[in-house]
């Protein structure tokens, strides 16, 4: 038995999803999905459960991980219900349910206090930043007003408690996900096996090229190099090369100066790669070039937005540092850079950013049976 | 009954219908031996008997000839009957001095694998006809009387809706209330779809046009206490109900039921109806949008949750009301909608068995699920469970639409959505006037697409939701309908009826009453001529069943063109002997072999047949390559198909047409 709760669409609705409760429950957007497996039933179900309420259903469904959003649903919706963009917004409400602190619930809830908080925190960020520097006149004309010692105790508190709710969240996430419908014994992947379905996934993103595949797609006429899928790896491996990077940057303690290290090998290709498929990404959305880019909430754009300007300001930078060029304008770019930067790391299980570590997780429930 | 003369001058035509009887029945020979009857002075064979060429040699035939009975050898009467007797009026003959025999649906196309069989019974069949024509007696349309003037009884919107239109049309009405207000059902209700209307504001525009209209005469706190007489004549006994009752005599010319539904009463304990708190009808919860101001508020406490349970007491796989009621899941869905806009943020659940917001009122369904209503799905045989849980109501419910997954949920207010049902007191009503009651006990009609709001009362006609379930605009129609029909027949005050009825002999018969215990329509009634008791016939009353006639112990009923010598005469023209020569027809021996020979073949065919010879082509292509119209190649190639000339070969790239090739081709 499972109850009911009848005040949850309107939950759902403050997530960004309109009209998804006009939906009558024809299956059109489980029979047109190339991903709907057996009888997993979903975008349809997933819809239903929402409108009835049943929340346990959908924090322990994978499958809300398991869409890449391409809009095939929407497209073929015969109410308007727009099944994909439901998705994103259930998957909004997952974020903000198994993160703990209730932050990310205002911060997808209403875009004002979204763009104030991240306001305040690049103010807050900036001040941190010179607190590395605690010598420079600003920072001592800060640190009359504020001690330094409490500006860098705050920031690191801060950082510590991003961690803290990103284990939470995944805590939670395995949690409610573990407790349900688990494949019997003999249907079960080993962990070896699942590991290796999962490299796979993330190295081909084999299941999110499925999504392109409809004959009458918008992207069957384009090439590989511009569809969503190919986005989307671009993006998500330019970053990680980054973040390889920038880690090994921080390993050796010392900024890789020549261009043609490895490090700053890696940092540029990787960083050229981000920057293309956010482009698109952004540019996509900006024309809204088929249904699935159409209605951007604005945790999509501030997501893309800061990878995007984050990018930018680096190349900038590593031109000056190419050219060995200190100016204010070069100090204002890498001030922003860093801020930037900063705020994607911290608002990490904040942000659109945290589907990065629930995916894998709903992934590895999902390789995990026999298939 | 005196012999009548038997007719001398018959004429029989026997129609081809194209090839449709001849390509298997052997007219040629039928007309030979039909040329050799006794009295027949002309056998023609004729291409289409129905043609206008052929109609007016008929005429031209009867004339010179002089003929007194004529038969035509065609199709079924259902399709000709008329125009051949017109083709007799229109030359001077009595139209039931015309009998159509039916050798197209009865021989050539029933026996079409047995041509010769098949004229054998056709050669039967048109003797039958000719006896039965030579006994056949001239008839006249019986003329009955009719007073302008009609009883409606009902005064709800469909009675007082037909009464305006009848009253306009210059005729009496005399509507009859039981209520002490006319009005009905609907007065009662609230805004109803898609006028947004009241209830109310509908009833007060027909009575005030009511008022207006002095040939009205409205009778409330009335009941029809006895019907007496005919189509025409009926005489309407009516009570008044005052301190002292007062019975009035209304006679009327015919009679409209308009007597309504009344809304299906739970049974106690179904869906927790008076077991337990906050469960409630639709009707009532109507009331509470209506009264309540500011917020919804039942029994003290304020609503913000509502449960529509659909279907109750309707669709009964086991129970009296199998039927969909039809107008209720509009009704509930367009009250959840008034309930929004009067009383926003209330959640309403619609717990459906299938939702039929058929037509326009789909709008409405599409609105209230834009609105946030959530639909659950249920089976009969899984009703919801309503329990009260404090407060509250608890429905469980085995959701069809989330995998038949069990939920529950709780309400502040459980609303049961009852269909309509006949009335309790219906059936009196079916009583006084005889008309039939169907097995959903709603009063039934002739036919439900072809004659929808006559009984097989003559005279007595229905209208609204009496009939069953309907929603006021199709109850109003079909008043209006009936409306029409009833002023067709009275307003020119005498009414023309087919005199095929029973008769009675007086001198044969002894008055035994045996007749009138089986006569369906009390049509028979008893009579004193020449100091004796007998039974006589209500023309305007009587069907022509004929189930008189077989009980009277003495013979004296006949039923008029049904007669004793009629169906003797035909008996005998059936069973005579009849000696037909194998007909030569070569192609009956190709058919076997699957081909005609080509010598039979029009010179069109052999066009086809070239045009084919260069491979599969479709109707549109041959016409186009012969210049001919596609309707003439559709038929020559219809029938080509028939005959094993050509076969289909798939359809063209467009999906358009068929491609046809030569048969003994593939």
Redesign the interface.
Known sequence: MKTMDLSFSEEIKRYGSEDFYTCYSCGNCTAVCSLTEKNANFPRMMIRHGMLGLKDEILSSKELWLCYACGDCTETCPRQADPGHYMAALRRYAIAYYEPTGLTRLIFKSNPFAIVLTIILSFILGLFLFTLKPDHEVARWIFKWLPFDVVHDMGMVIFILTGISMVIGLFNMFRHLSGKNQPAKERRNSFFQIMRHLADEFGTFRRYQKCDREEESFWQTKPWYVRPWAIHWTIMWGFLGLLAATTLDFIFKDPAMKIWWPSRILGTVAGLLMMYGATLALWYRFKRITKSYSESHLADWMFLGFLWVAGLTGFWLEIAVAFDSDSVVNHVTFLIHTVISMELVLLFAFSKFAHAIYRPLALFFYFREKG | MEEKQEKKRIGVYICHCGGNISDYVDVEQLRDIVSNEKNVVISKNVMFACADSNQKEMIKDIQEEQLDGIVVASCSPKLHLHTFRNVAERAGLNPYNYVQVNVREQCSWAHSDHPDQASYKAAGLIRAGIKRVSHSEALENIQIKAHKSVVIIGAGVSGMRASIDLARMGNQVFLIEKEANAGGQIAGKGKLFPTEQTGKMVVDTLMDQIRRLPNITLFTEARVAKVTGSIGNFKVDIVIQKAQDETISLQAGSILVTTGYETYTPKEGEFGFQTSPRVITLDVFDRMIRECEGKLVYDKKQVS?VAFIYCVGMRQSKGDNKYCSRTCCTSTIHSSLVMHEKFPRI?A?HLYRDIRTYGKQEMLY?KS??A?D???MFQEQHPPHVESSGDQMKI?VK?H???K?????K?DLVVLVTGMVPRTDSNQVAELLKIPVGSDKFYNEIHPKLRPVETVINGVFLGGSCQGPKNISESVQSSLSAAAKINAIIRKETIELEPIIARIDAEKCTWCGKCQEVCEYDAIFQVETNGKLVAAVNEAVCKGCGICTPVCPYDAIDLIQYTNQEIEGMIDGFAQDVELKAREREEGAAHEEGGVMMKDFPQLWRSIMDVLDEGPKTIPQIALKLSQPAELITWHMMTMNKYFIVEPAGIDENDEYYRYQLKNKA
């Open positions: 949750s959640r659940l599409e699920s834009k946030g959530i639909y659950l469980t959701d639409l989330t995998g997954q069990e939920l529950d949920v309400v």
